[in-house]
């Protein structure tokens, strides 16, 4: 455990800040530029878990467990999200036959 | 924390009941089972308990006044249910259960401690309702509700993650009593990771609360989700989401309140602007309550821009006035939909003639939405006002009342329409369960607008 920690602080803390902040973005983009519904699920994946390794890095530079139990919580509800998620997927499939979100233009104003 | 416990087992007891086809009980059970949760609740009212949990949850007044608010919306909007969900399907115990898991991630939303709570409740109550807004399953409305609904949701879910990380990376602590003491030990040295945290946080709770600009998704989601779930989310979630604003900021973020305060007060005047113009446009009864519960998101900002001791009494009186109004707003809408099969403003054309009841109820509740003397909404509105102004929000106060004056045009719209415009309809016919739930909230609105000492000096 102690050489995985020091492992992880070879790396200095603002890099891996970056690197997070990038995954992030890269998630965000996704999120408001693809048009099909599970690339956009794929894209919020992708921001939840840059949380999840920017809350692990935090955590073991303060030597504090706590955030990397957060990170627990985290995948544990992703997981839950997934399950529902998905079945919303599959139900909007079956009636529409596509994924394009831009067919789901049925309420408007 | 009774109350928490029973709320979460209560839904089990549901789907057990359904598992053996007791269809009768499910209503009983569930009434019987939220007036107990209720009961725990009050009865611990007074005692200021320390954090329970090793410092996650913390049931103080202020937890346990929204809690009662909150139960009694559920018990209200479930009994509208009745004959509701058996029109949708034979499944009906998982509806119940549903809207119970709803309501325990909303107790928690009310009562943490701890920035892990806070996302905890926030993710049981927003999962549980992706399922509710679909729950018609061949309603491509409904479907496209859930599925804007559950995407927006997750989007918004993960801002408010990464806000609480870079926070817990400041700081080095997900305790709210933790963070606000290491705000105070370091007033000149905060981590510029601190603020970006905070202001992800502001993004994803207002994508919670739907405040403008980040309120694309209500009118959507509102619309195409099944009336009385539609009751829920504007009146239950709302209030929980502001809850939890208010208690995150007003315990935590309150030292450095200057940061804040700037930004909140453009998405306050913003949400107040868009809620209310576009609401004047809408041809839909049911889309113009979404746009108002938009601007009403607004309003009950009022109290976070303007932090001071009686913030949590405004929010309580005007969730409250809000929450019962509203409440009568989709009941009626329920009925009159049954009968004329539209959500617009012209199924209500001469609905005084044959149901005066259900007229007069609804006049009530739009005067209340629209903050008229000697209702409830009227007290909400003049509360978060004084407040405003106690903290020198002169120009936001102006604003504010600009826009109600324009809330009054869309409001009286159906008044109008219900009084005044010639149509001759069938009578509604309006089940007993209806006749109470109306009954009692308009009866609410006008003593809570009459003796408003009853909610304002609580917490």
Redesign the interface.
Known sequence: MESLLNGIKVVPLNHY?IL?AII?SI??IG?LTRRN?IV??MS?EL??N??NL??TV?SAY?G?A??Q??VF??MA?AA??VA??LA??V??YR??NSLD?NV?N???? | MNTLIIISVLPIIILYLGLYKAKKALLPVTIIGLLTALGFACAQWGNEPAPTFSGMLQFNNFSIAFSALTIVSTILILLLSKDYFERISDHVAEYYAVILFSLAGVIVMLSYHNL?ML??GI?IMS?SL??LA?IK??D??S??????Y??MG??S??FL??G???I??AS???DLTDIRNWILMNPRHIDP?FYTGILLMIVGLCFKIGAAPFHFWT??VY??SPTLITAFMSTVVKTAGIAAFLRLFSTCFNPISSFWVPTLLIITMLTLFIGNI?AL??QSFK?MLAFSSISHAGYLLFAIVALNSSSANAVLTYATAYSIASIIAFGVLILVRQQAGTDNFTAFDGLAKKNPFLAFTLTVAMLSLAGIPLTAGFIGKFFMFSGALSQYQVALVIIAVINAIISIYYYFRVIVAMYFNAAEPAEVAVPPYYTFVLGFSALATIVIGVYPVLVSGLI
């Open positions: 800040i997070c992030f998630g965000v999120v519904a956009i699920f919020v921001m939840l840059s949380v920017l809350l935090f303060r504090d706590t955030g139990v957060f919580f985290i509800l839950a999200e529902v998620g919303i997927i139900m909007v009636n529409t979100i789901l049925r309420l408007k104003w | 892990t996302f905890i993710e999962v992706y399922i679909g399953k061949n491509f409305a479907n496209e509700a859930a599925l804007k559950f995407l997750a989007f879910t993960g993650l990464f609480i990380a870079l817990y990376g080095g602590s997900f990771l009118p959507d619309e195409g576009t446009y809408q889309r």
